[in-house]
């Protein structure tokens, strides 16, 4: 009996050796990569002829060995061991000493990293080990040792005697560590089927010997039956290039797995596997159809000499010089190769993905051209977009990812927009410029529509939004009028801080969306505009500014809209109380004003005096009270009937409208019923 000596603290090996632990069968196809090799030498050295490689793996579990035999089903007794056994070379004299060599590179040239035991014993307590072989002289003799994490890691070495006269290894990975073994699925078809998945390049390059894995009570799986199977004989190729490198890319079926994936490889093993759904979502969450009986799921392998060379250590990643997620690098990332991947499977897959895609925006073309009509333009200009939007967006989903790509088409209009002004001056470019300008102007116009489509989807959806607020709520009550008020312009705000298209002042008058400026629901000693010393708060306070005036200190062109807002059906009106009587409160706002000053658009105080216009717009329900109101302060009712209105010249220059929250609706519905009609959303 000898001993061997490690050349290096073998525990510090395994402490440094990464193995993440959602990975539990790492281990388990390191040992079988290394019975695949043992064959390939027996192979070439001539101890095996074609086809008699074989590869047996025993899943020992938890349990009475016996009893383990006699029950029909017992995959659902958890794994703590793995037997791997192989009539390979076994471990003669060079292959025993890359093994105890820590930074071994004896099998550089077909992909070994010399680290796959560390990584064995990351999930494992001790490997178990058994091997014949033959010596330089031809004679047959055996070796055996246990391999465990400690610093010497070998143990128990000895070279028996009595050997069985067939050469070969076994391998068992004994006593799983708890937080391994609780990631592993303990089915014995499943743990087949990652094996398949893992070494499938193999299969497919018919260069995998006979693999069986088996449990104890002798079910078992031939993995090239499975894959026959499980995963499709028809394998698609196709080769691709990045820079110099060339990568070929095999596309098989997988009858079983339960997701699409993309395998990067490297010598013949998955290295890094990727779901494919989020980067091609036409090939759906789920599998697809090919017959009434089956349904697959794509699985692709990308195979390139440059995998093989940036492989890491533990083989579960790429060291590659451009990282993993950069994708504006000029060196090869895992993000460029990718997206290159991505491209080669759509071209291999383009009919049957064309297909799904046109069926995918053919269901979206009714929810565009009924509810999203601003979109219309983009659909035709950016159509190979859209082609790759997911499917089953909902309306909003769907509003979203349209808005995004507009955006995209906008930006790339303004780029071309500069081009042409540059290409302008190349006059030797005429024809050229001119079929570009075109162009350009074709889709500038469109543009332009998808904006006013935008605008009228807009009116529209507010148009129905105040109609609904309009109505008792949930709790059998109006809303308040703080949120009514909203609709029209965000509350406790001003121009300052809201642009055109986030108010709907329109729904009053189109015209108060021009003004110098607003408030909303502010006091007036709080707006910068306004010098007076009053706490009086309006709803809305509107100022417009003539664009010319003259010297003196107020011009007749200088106008005041001020707007109250009540909560709808509200009838607590009561006559000479500002609290209680809209007429009484807007009154008392005006002589406000009236002793104050605006600051205009250069700066200079404008004294506000009786002859400035003041426009009162009161917006409420005319309930009994209120109208009782209004006829004894001698109103008159709008020509419609709907209103009422009074003009005021004595002491100032007002002129008040009383509106129903019926008549706001219906006169927006009126002003807009053509432009609704026109996009076909009425």
């Known amino acids: 009996m000898e001993t061997i000596l490690a050349t290096s603290n073998i525990a510090n090996k395994v402490r440094n050796t990464r193995l993440p632990r959602t990975q539990p069968l790492m281990p388990l196809f390191e040992t079988v990569s290394n019975s695949i090799h ?24 938890n349990g009475n060995e016996e009893t383990l035999k006699r029950l ?70 055996a070796v055996k040792f246990d391999f465990k994490n400690t610093k010497a890691g070998f143990d128990n070495f000895s070279t028996p005697e009595n050997i069985t006269g067939k050469l070969g290894t076994m391998v068992r990975l004994s006593k799983y560590k708890d937080e391994y073994q609780k990631n592993l699925d303990f089915n014995l ?62 596309l098989t ?65 790429f060291n590659f010089p451009g990282g993993e997620e950069e994708e504006e690098t000029q060196f090869l990332s895992l993000a460029k190769l990718r997206r290159a991947a991505i491209a080669c499977i759509e071209d291999i897959l383009s009919e049957y993905l064309d297909n799904v895609r046109n069926q995918k925006v053919e269901s979206y073309k009714p929810t565009i051209i009924e509810e999203l009509p601003q979109y219309r333009s983009t659909l035709h200009y950016r159509r190979q977009e859209v082609l790759k939007l997911p499917p089953d967006l909902t309306k909003d989903k769907l509003d979203i990812e349209l808005y995004k790509i507009e955006a995209k088409w906008r930006l790339d209009v303004k780029e071309e927009k500069i081009k042409l002004l540059e290409e302008k001056k190349d006059v030797t470019n005429h024809e050229g410029y001119i ?40 709790n059998d009550k109006f809303e308040n009028e703080e949120l009514i008020h909203s609709v029209f312009f965000p509350i406790r705000t001003s121009s300052d801080e809201i642009t055109p298209d986030k108010q709907n002042l329109w729904l009053l008058d189109e015209r108060l969306t021009y003004h110098s400026f607003l408030a909303s629901d502010k006091t007036f000693n709080s707006i910068n505009e306004v010098d007076s010393i009053s706490t009086g708060r309006t709803d809305l306070l509107i100022f417009n500014e003539a ?12 106008s005041f809209t001020i707007v109250e807002f009540k909560k709808p059906m509200r009838d607590d009106y009561k006559d000479y109380d500002d609290e209680k009587n809209p007429i009484e409160q807007t009154e008392k706002y005006i002589d406000n004003l009236l002793e104050g000053k605006v600051k205009g658009r250069n700066g200079r105080m ?65 002003r807009n019923r053509i432009l609704f009609e026109k996009l076909n959303i009425s």
């Not at 064959?39 to 020992?60: N, R």
């Not at 998808?450 to 008792?472: G, P, T």
């Open 72 to 141: 029909d089903n017992i995959d659902i007794f958890p794994v703590h061991s793995f037997e791997v056994r192989d009539n390979g070379i076994g471990l003669n004299s060079d292959n025993l000493t890359s093994f105890i060599e820590a930074d071994t590179d004896h099998k550089i040239k077909i992909g070994g990293k010399g680290i796959g035991r560390f990584v064995c014993l990351k999930a494992f307590r001790e490997l178990n080990i058994y091997s014949e072989y033959l010596d330089n002289n031809g004679q047959q003799k």
């Open 435 to 474: 079929e570009k300008y075109e162009k350009f102007m074709s889709e500038f116009n469109d543009i332009g529509k998808a904006d006013l489509a935008r605008y009228v989807v807009h009116r529209k959806a507010i148009i129905e939004l105040l109609d609904n607020l309009l109505e008792r709520n949930e």
């Open 547 to 558: 664009f010319a005036f003259s010297d003196s200190k107020s011009s007749p062109h200088n």
């Open 38 to 61: 043992s064959i390939e030498e027996a192979l070439t050295a001539g101890m095996l002829k074609d086809g008699e490689g074989k590869i047996i793996i025993i899943c020992i579990r």
């Open 606 to 670: 404008i004294e506000i005096t009786e002859k400035t216009p003041f426009y009162i717009y009161i917006v409420c329900d005319i309930t009994p009270k209120l109208e009782k109101i209004l006829k004894n302060r001698e109103f008159e009712k709008t020509p419609d009937g709907k209103g009422y209105f009074k003009v005021k010249s004595k002491y100032y220059s007002a002129y008040f409208e009383v509106i129903p929250f019926e008549k706001v609706l219906d006169d927006a519905k009126k």
């Open 189 to 250: 078809r499943s743990i087949a089927r990652e094996l398949v998945a893992h070494f499938q390049l193999y299969f497919i390059r018919n260069q995998a010997p006979i693999i069986i894995i088996k449990n104890q009570n002798n079910i078992e799986y031939n993995l090239l039956n499975i894959f026959s199977t499980e995963f499709k004989s028809d394998v698609q190729d196709k080769d691709f290039a990045i820079d110099d490198a060339t990568f070929t890319l095999y």
């Open 253 to 317: 079926k997988s009858l079983k797995l339960q997701s699409h994936k993309i395998h990067f490889c490297a010598h013949n093993r998955s290295v890094v596997n990727e779901g494919l759904y989020s980067r091609l979502v036409d090939l759906g969450k789920y599998p697809i159809k090919e017959d009434e009986e089956n349904s697959f799921f794509y699985q692709g392998y990308v195979v390139s000499d440059v995998l093989d060379e940036y492989v890491d250590t533990e083989r579960i990643g």
